[in-house]
């Protein structure tokens, strides 16, 4: 099972917005509303920040949303703040019942 | 609150073994089902493998099938990793993660625990 396809790095200024791509095939992203997206900052566990393609867990800001066309996941971050520089990862659940990740995208706040 | 407490990484030689815990609290272990993943040195993450919530399904990724066995005790509330024949590769932080039945998603992990396979 291949990876997920996530561009290495995105940059943003404080305010702005930015969209996180995840790119995937008919054995993953396309097959199934299951995509998730994981922030992770140096040195910690990931943390969950959307499950099955758009849906925030509670505790999440709303800044965060997600959605889904054909084989690409997007993240959109609106209202960038400095905190929300971090890693992050989109993953499927994929047609052999397993988990792929994304190589992940490294996100800086300017 | 939930907790997952990794515990057992360590530096192994190439060939030898590791049996990796997973203590978990604040919640109900029995109704979850539980995933190892993993994360190398400055790489990303990679799922390795889940077991469902009573442990009968058991599924690997690829690259640990035949090496790695997963398990569970849900009278301790414990999830384990036994890693045998371990390879260079196989060197990386090792989370345990939770998640709900009938979702594909992990809501919750531990802080990792570091496995280095060197000579």
């Known amino acids: 099972q291949s990876a997920l396809t996530q561009p290495a790095s995105v940059s943003g200024s404080p305010g702005q917005s930015i969209t996180i791509s995840c790119t995937g095939t008919s054995s993953d992203v396309v097959g199934y509303k299951y995509v998730s997206w994981y922030q992770q900052h140096p040195g910690k566990a990931p943390k969950l920040m959307i499950y099955d393609v758009s849906n925030r867990p509670s505790g999440v800001s709303n800044r965060f949303s997600g959605s889904k066309s054909g084989n690409t996941a997007s993240l959109t971050i609106s209202g960038l703040q400095a905190e929300d520089e971090a890693d992050y990862y989109c993953s499927s659940y994929t047609s052999t019942r397993n988990w792929v990740f994304g190589g992940g995208t490294k996100l800086t706040v300017l | 609150q939930v907790q997952l407490v990794e515990s057992g990484g360590g530096l192994v030689k190439p060939g030898g073994s590791l049996r990796l815990s997973c203590a978990a609290s604040?919640?109900?272990?029995?109704?979850?089902?539980m995933s190892w993943i993993r994360q190398a040195p400055g790489k990303g993450l990679e799922w390795v493998s889940y077991?469902?919530?009573?442990?009968?399904?058991?599924y690997y990724a690829d690259s640990v099938k035949g090496r790695f066995t997963i398990s569970r005790d849900n009278a301790k509330n414990s999830l384990y990793l036994q890693m045998d024949s371990l390879r260079a590769e196989d060197t990386a932080v090792y989370y345990c993660a939770r998640g709900q039945s009938g979702t594909a998603f992990f809501d919750h992990w531990g802080q990792g625990t570091l496995v280095t396979v060197s000579s």
């Open positions: 604040g919640f109900t272990f029995s109704d979850y089902y």
């Open positions: 077991i469902k919530s009573n442990g009968s399904n058991i």
